[in-house]
């Protein structure tokens, strides 16, 4: 159902480096590459995940409430992943962990201060 989804960066460099990285083991690589926006996907189809310079040229801000989550396969992918994600600069949200309903997932925030999340059930 999702096509793609899309979060602001204040520097868009940074911010490929980091999702290159914590990306890689996904399977998911760059698709889609413009002086102003990346996106990475497993297939040229999508869905994909975005970063972008904010078009209107004000700074990129994190929105409250607002959070993307990414799946995993199982719960050690979980756990690595959000590991991953604190090596490469993130912040923890939410360590990693069972949550009502049998979810199981990680909180973090980017290097611009986005909420994400790895999740599985299981």
């Excluded at 189809?45 to 396969?73: E, I, K, R």
């Excluded at 090596?87 to 923890?92: C, F, I, K, P, Y």
């Amino acid at each position: 159902m999702i096509g793609y989804t899309t979060l602001g960066t204040k520097n868009l460099e940074n911010a490929a480096a980091f999702y290159d990285a914590l990306f890689e083991s996904l399977g998911a690589k760059r698709v889609f590459n413009t002086e102003n926006l990346i996106a990475w996907g497993a297939e040229k189809t999508g869905p994909y995940f975005s970063v972008t310079s904010p078009y209107d040229g004000q700074d990129a801000t994190v929105g409250n409430g607002v959070m993307v989550a990414l799946n995993a396969s199982s719960t050690g992918q979980v756990d690595e992943l959000h590991a991953r994600a604190l090596e490469l600069g993130a912040t923890n949200d939410g360590d990693p962990g069972l949550r009502a309903g049998g979810f199981y997932c990680g909180y973090f925030r980017d290097l611009d201060g986005n909420k994400l999340n790895f999740f599985c059930f299981g």
